[in-house]
């Protein structure tokens, strides 16, 4: 695939700020089929460090909330700066994704890059604690770390040569997903679908010099890859 918005980043900026399969890359797949017009308000869930925020902002012209459980938002702020980027264009906060601190209605859209999963399983969560913040007809576009079908009854052994039965778990396949966002009313799932580019965004991560992509390469080199995939989902609030 090709990606000119990924491309103006730096392959050593990727992979210093990377917290997963290149989520520059999973965001410019998931944008592409989008219609969140050039100066949207963006809220970035789960945006660890930084790296689709700043995408959003300065290569497709949204005001972003960069907003985050683990990373620190004044690092996250230098990296902003660093591209160019004032607090104008986007907003870092340390915010967690079940007690938002916004006003009901401020999101044109929202966009999650491999982060749902994380709070997302609660089928309470989508009403309670999101759709609430976004703008009636608004997006929320969320790249999914998932699995093709759910074999959490017979997990393969190149899955847990990285991970455990409870950290797969966070894991599912796009059935698990749709029955997850039927639960909650006035949300509209416009789309469902595997993307494209998980195996160039896995082998991207594999690359990365940290511990944690260390980890993760076990499985990916002994096949992995087989039994996941990301799932792209599109919802509207109506
Ligand atoms: C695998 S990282 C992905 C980060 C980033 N989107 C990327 O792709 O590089 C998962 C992120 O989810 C965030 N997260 C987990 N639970 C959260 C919560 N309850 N509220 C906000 N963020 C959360 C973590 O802080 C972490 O940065």
């Not at 790296?51 to 909330?65: D, I, N, P, Q, W």
């Not at 996250?76 to 079940?98: H, Q, S, Y």
């Not at 039965?165 to 469902?192: K, S």
Request: proline share 5%; hydrophobic share 40%.
């Amino acid at each position: 695939m090709k990606f000119p918005k990924t491309s103006s980043f730096s392959q050593s900026t990727m992979r210093e700020r990377s917290m997963g399969p290149n989520p520059l890359k999973l965001c410019e797949e998931l944008l592409g089929c989008a219609s969140i017009p050039a100066g949207s308000v963006v809220l970035d869930l789960g945006s660890g460090a930084g790296l689709t925020s700043a995408l959003m902002a300065r290569e497709y012209g949204h005001t972003v909330y960069a907003a985050d459980l683990w990373s620190d938002p004044s690092s996250n702020m230098r990296f902003f700066e660093e591209c160019g980027l004032t607090n104008r264009r986007i907003v870092p906060l340390k915010a967690d994704a079940t007690a938002l601190p916004f006003a009901h209605g401020f999101f044109d859209a929202v966009v999650s890059i491999d982060s749902y999963n994380y709070f997302g399983r609660d089928p309470n969560y989508l009403g309670e604690c999101l759709l609430p913040f976004v703008k009636r007809g608004g997006e929320l576009l969320f790249a999914i770390p998932g699995m093709a079908r759910d074999c959490h009854d017979r997990l393969p052994a190149c899955l847990l040569a990285s991970w455990t039965p409870e950290q797969l778990d966070y894991m599912h396949d796009m059935l698990w997903w749709r029955a997850i966002f039927a639960q909650t009313e006035g949300v509209e799932v416009d789309d469902m679908h595997e993307m494209e580019c998980t195996r160039e965004a896995w082998d991207d991560w594999i690359g990365c010099d940290n511990e944690y992509a260390e980890g993760d390469r076990a499985a990916v080199e002994s096949g992995a890859l087989d039994y996941l995939n990301t799932i792209a989902v599109r919802l509207r609030r109506q």
